[in-house]
């Protein structure tokens, strides 16, 4: 194999994380990569750092722009790659050395257009690392691109956009929602309606960082609630696609939406109310989806709803609901 992987880490006020995500990309035991560090406006002396990787690495690449978001940089890191494949890695986690071969081997020795990792190692920030597999690993599962959709909308996989290879043409004209959060929930589910197969891998090649102060778990906002307008999308342009999977995405976005409903504060009637009133509208389809591939705790609270919105809170805040929110 000789083809060229694009690496794209987008790169904001991470300076106490940066230099082990790009070390784990630098060494690598796949090397044909083009490493790109989208600076998006950092002020912590991260903007700093990715200068210094360039005179440290030949296949770094810097794009300083200023902020607009993960989406955003992702889109711009994008835009000046030139490989074949394209992997988006988030600043503050790691990868195997193995992780792009790996990946890459699977996805063309079984013809795919997109390999998916059945999740990624998630650990708090402040724990110590987890070690990943660093040795050869059992080839991955073939599945139609249909299935494969299924298997992420009933979060069997997981949704993020760093735990997966794409070929180029998969993510071509697919834009990350500039501005938005829950970007990846608004984004990955096209890959798979443009892809004819995908491979799902289950080894550990992939470490998450999951940090108490992140966008997703910090107080609300009312930038939360764009959650409504990206269920509302997924749900549209799923039914589109393949009007069986309609209460598959349905669950999905019902549990993001939640998990911020969990997040209002007890006062805040009106955002309250505008997600209350959503949740009420397909809990039904929530509760009633017979899918085994559907998790147990999505159906769960949609059938504590009944209970009442108050009750509907209570439970979900003691059994874990905000769990649910996902990389």
Known sequence: MDSLVSVIIPVYNVRKYLDKCVQS????????????????????????????????????????????????ARNEGYKISKGDYISFIDSDDYISPIFIEELLTNLIQLKADIVALRSGTDFWDGESLPNLNTQKIK????????RALEEQLCQVNATG??????????????????????????????????????????????????????????????????CLTIADQVINDVKEYDSKLKKEAISRVYAMVYSVFLQVPAGDKRHQKQLWD??????????????????????????????????????????????????
Request: proline residues 2%.
């Open 25 to 72: 990309v630098i060494m690598q035991t796949y090397k044909n990569l083009e490493i790109i560090l989208v600076d998006d406006g950092s002020t912590d002396g991260s903007e700093k750092l990715c200068d210094d990787y360039i005179t440290k690495d030949s296949r770094i690449r810097v794009l300083h722009k200023e902020n607009g978001g993960l989406s955003d």
């Open 161 to 226: 956009a760093p735990f997966k290879l794409y070929k180029r043409e998969i993510v071509d004209g697919v834009l990350f929602p500039k501005g938005y959060l829950y970007e990846d929930v608004a984004t990955t589910y096209k890959f798979f309606m443009k892809s004819n197969q995908a491979v799902i891998v289950t080894d550990d090649l992939y470490a998450y960082r999951k940090r108490a102060n992140s966008i997703i778990r910090r107080d609300f906002k009312d930038d939360k609630m764009i």
């Open 278 to 327: 959503w949740m009420k509208k397909y809990r039904f389809s929530v509760a009633t989806n017979r899918n085994p591939l559907v998790r147990k705790k999505n159906r769960y609270g949609a059938i504590a709803s009944y209970l009442g919105k108050n009750m509907a809170r209570f439970l979900g805040h003691k059994f874990g609901q905000k769990a649910s929110m996902k990389k």
């Open 139 to 146: 080839k991955g599962k073939l599945v139609c691109a249909r």
